[in-house]
């Protein structure tokens, strides 16, 4: 069992006879100035999308790094992961998104326009944050937003098989597959690990059985997880480090 999700275990057998929080396993690793988006894969492996070239590093529980270019991409907008297979990368200047395969080699593309931001898979469709609309979009039918923000979409997607949630720190909100979308009032940075909903708040993450304090390492305004949410990163535009919990 990874050492997060043995924390995880304590944590909530902490939380139920009101005892003191086991130490989580923290990493805490430089990053890019020019950090876009960051994410894990199942087995904790880390994807740093970054502005500047080569966009994509990847960071492996090994040790190993690897970086791709991704010619294709002018200024990235957003990543997501595929299971297993690869990734997607929306250009924010292009107004496309590109598949890549696990050796980032270019397998497809779809039209995302409106400066496409974050994005993520919802059931069979590619869903994308649009900044000049300030709206979510579908790619299947990218004319009438799915949703309205009340900002510019500067934030992040987190999906499961059956919803996604968008987040940005001042709201956040739940989309069902098929459904409409919820408003979730609460304040924070919110994100799906595993049918879990996290929310990154000020200096903690909270869910329903347990908080987690990180104030003593960094301040983040980003948080995701890998697929089973056995691993879990946090991280800000821009910054210059990311908190890997793993």
């Known amino acids: 069992?990874?050492?997060f999700a043995e924390f995880l275990t304590a944590a909530v057998l902490a939380a139920s006879l009101a005892i003191p929080l086991p130490t989580?396993?923290?990493?805490?690793?430089?990053?890019?100035?020019d950090l876009v988006d960051a994410e894990l894969d199942p087995a904790g492996n880390l994807y740093l999308l970054r502005s500047g070239t080569p966009h994509l590093e990847v960071r492996y529980i090994s040790g190993e790094t690897m970086s791709f270019d991704l010619p294709e991409v002018v200024l990235p907008g957003g990543l997501s992961l595929e299971d297993r297979w690869g990734w997607w990368v929306s250009d924010e200047i292009g107004g496309v998104s590109y598949r890549y395969d696990d050796s980032g080699v270019v397998v497809d593309s779809i039209p995302t326009p409106g400066r496409p931001g974050?994005?993520?898979e919802l059931g069979f469709s590619i869903m994308y944050v649009s900044r000049d609309r300030g709206a979510l979009m579908n790619a299947d039918s990218p004319v009438h937003p799915v949703l309205r923000f009340s900002g510019a979409g500067l934030g992040q997607l987190t999906a499961s098989?059956?919803?996604l949630i968008?987040?940005?720190?001042?709201e956040s909100f739940l989309?069902?597959?098929?459904?409409?979308p919820i408003s979730l009032s609460?304040?924070?940075t919110r994100a799906l690990a595993a049918g879990t909903d996290l929310l990154l708040r000020a200096d903690s993450i909270f869910t329903d059985t347990w908080v987690l304090d990180v104030s003593t390492v960094a301040d983040f305004t980003r948080i995701s997880s890998s697929p089973g949410g056995q691993y879990m990163v946090l991280w800000s535009p821009g910054g210059e480090g990311v908190l890997l919990l793993r």
């Not at 968008?166 to 001042?170: I, K, L, M, R, V």
């Not at 989309?175 to 409409?180: A, D, F, M």
Request: hydrophobic share 25%; net charge negative.
């Open 1 to 3: 069992m990874p050492l």
């Open 161 to 163: 098989s059956s919803e």
């Open 175 to 180: 989309l069902p597959v098929g459904g409409v």
């Open 24 to 33: 989580p396993p923290f990493s805490l690793q430089p990053c890019p100035s």
């Open 118 to 120: 974050d994005l993520c």
């Open 186 to 188: 609460e304040r924070g």
């Open 166 to 170: 968008y987040s940005d720190g001042s």
